[in-house]
């Protein structure tokens, strides 16, 4: 499955580059904080099941998968 990224979701930046770090963040607790379509901020909220996040543009995403 290949997602279209433009952003890294966890610090806001572009795509390319070294995430690495990012990456490994986001794989084990953090919920991400930027979208990675525009990277606007969004709206995370911690949930009992996960955590959810919105872009005001983009939607809704969740750790459920
Ligand atoms: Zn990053
Ligand atoms: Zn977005």
Known sequence: MTV???YCSYCG???EGDHEACARRLTVIDPPRY???CARRMVVQVTPAGWSAKCS????ITSAR
């Open 13 to 15: 930046k572009s795509a």
């Open 35 to 37: 979208c990675a379509e």
């Open 57 to 60: 543009r983009h939607g809704e």
């Open 4 to 6: 279209e990224v433009a």
